[in-house]
């Protein structure tokens, strides 16, 4: 069965960098988009960042723009998301999911989603 595992969230000061990763296996890694998304309590899930099939074209919300990077190894099944200059607003669960269906901010358009991986960012 498909399974995306999320890895590398933790406790971060205000202006810290993390690295999430997302392994993928179950799918042929290289067919999908992948994003990942955040929710935070109380909040609804919000979309961060997507990739495209080959790599080549990446997508952001306005509120990560310039501070995160998306990357994928589809050798690896991996996606990655870099996030840089972090702040306390982006204290959430972060998930990464694959969509076949290239409409990648919407939550909808996915169709397998990990568990998640908590960042939490301290002022």
């Known amino acids: 069965q498909v399974q995306l595992v999320e890895s590398g969230g933790r406790l971060v000061q205000a202006g810290g960098s993390l690295r999430l990763s997302c392994a993928a296996s179950?799918?042929?890694?290289?067919?999908?988009?992948m994003g990942w998304f955040r929710q935070a309590p109380g909040k609804e899930r919000e979309f961060v960042a997507a990739?495209?099939?080959?790599?080549?074209?990446?997508y952001y919300a306005d509120s990560v723009k310039g501070r995160f990077t998306i990357s994928r190894d589809n050798a690896k099944n991996t996606v990655y998301l870099q996030m840089t200059s972090l702040k306390p607003d982006d204290t959430a669960v972060y998930h990464c999911a694959s969509s076949y269906s290239s409409n990648i901010r919407a939550a909808l358009s996915y169709d397998y989603w990990g568990q998640g991986t908590q960042v939490t960012v301290s002022s």
């Open positions: 990739i495209s099939r080959s790599g080549d074209s990446t």
């Open positions: 179950g799918l042929t890694f290289s067919s999908y988009y």
